[in-house]
């Protein structure tokens, strides 16, 4: 064959060769390979390794379809079973304002847990009066922005309720209220995020008349309305039984509060605590499983207090906590007598949540899939409580791998610290296949910032 010839076929060939090329995936898609366990084809390969040339690691990647759709399938499943509805996002879970200004165009409202997290919402566009503040510990500066805003005290004492009076009276304002009631429901999670039950230091107890007692002070307060009533009861719940429980309780409150003090309430928040599978296979209550089992719960609660305040919702961790991945890059890889440790550039300043209540993340090593082993994924924290997993199976690792940390979009930013002089990690969020830096890399002049004496 001539050389004109042999062009001419490759010519005539190379679109049928290109058409047969495999679709890259794009950044989203590489995501979602990581979730599917198939970090191991190229294409997601190379994908992480683009965010990882790009901006670095550790790295905090979520991603924007996952919350949206979390936040679509939670209106869907209570919207048309409870029409006096207002969901809110629970902002502690993660406070990176792109991330909150999503749950917003969602039409979430917001609940914060400080002053700053009130700021935070201000800065995202939300106004005073569509956030509620539920903290037991509030200081006097944080109870005088909140009644001059607008917003609503989730109190939490009488002591709280005494300060708010006078602040009120001072600002010649009516602060908006609803007291956070302790329900004493276990809904059987980790016990350092149970809230709900008897010996937790949040609320006032149903238990002993502590709460009704808190209604009927208020009541007789001018410089307080009381909008409604609260209660959270804890994190990470997988299970509808704590809430079917805490609806009961509630309801009956409700129809004590009007029957005995002719209270009536707009609202009654049952909380956040919406659990999401941080295991392979795990199962956890759905939000239409929820809302299924809760529907009957509160149409009869409501039928018997003889009116239906409306239900408020307010999750964190459900709309971001499957969103999130952590990049992180292996360091090196060491084999003691007994364990093989595979250290990376992350610890619990990083991702705090293992090391703080054992908490479980599937880890995903990046392109590799020969020789498994039993590791530890080890931080880089300087405490020999830094292992971010433990006893997982993983392909063998070398210096320099990706390794994929899920479920990390809630309590895992959030919760990070620049302790052992670390500055704090990136955030991007990924939509299709482009990553906007959402929050720029922590500095080493960060860690200086507020210090009295700049070094040279
Ligand atoms: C009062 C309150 N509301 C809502 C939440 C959000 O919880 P989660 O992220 O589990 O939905 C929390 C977190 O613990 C909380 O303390």
Known sequence: MSLRRLSLALLL???GLLAQTPKQPTLQEALLAARADRVGTPGAEAAFRRLADAHGTPLYIYDQAHIQGQAAALKAAFGPRFPKLRILYALKANTNPAVIGLLRAEGLGAEVV????IETALQVGYKGPEIMFTSSSKGPAELRRAIALGTVLNVD??????????????QKKQARISFRINPGVDPHTIHQINTGIAESKFGLHLQGGLA?????????????????AHCHIGSQITETEGY?????????????????LDIRLGFLDLGGGLGIPYRDGQVVMSPEELAQALAPVWKEGVAAAGYEPTLWLEPGRFFVGGAGYLLVRVNTVKTTP?????????????????AMYQAYHRVRLIGRTADPLTVDIA???????????????????????????LDAGAYGFSMSSEYNARPLAAEVLVSGNTAKVVRRRGQFKDLFRSAATAPK
């Not at 690792?397 to 990706?402: P, R």
């Open 13 to 15: 060939l190379a679109p």
């Open 114 to 117: 400080s002053v700053g997290e």
């Open 157 to 170: 004492s009488m002591d709280e309720l005494s300060q708010i009076q006078v602040e009120a009276r001072r």
């Open 212 to 228: 009704f007692k808190a209604y009927e002070t208020a009541k007789g307060m001018p410089e307080v309305l009381i909008e409604g």
């Open 244 to 260: 079917l429980l805490t609806a009961r309780k509630m309801l009956a409150f409700v129809k004590e509060l009007k029957d005995k």
């Open 338 to 354: 007994l364990k093989t440790f595979v250290n990376v550039d992350a610890g619990f300043n990083t991702l705090m949540r293992p």
């Open 379 to 405: 931080g880089d924290v300087c405490e020999t409580g830094d292992i971010l997993a433990e006893g997982r199976l993983l392909p063998k690792a070398k210096a320099g791998d990706l390794v994929v940390i």
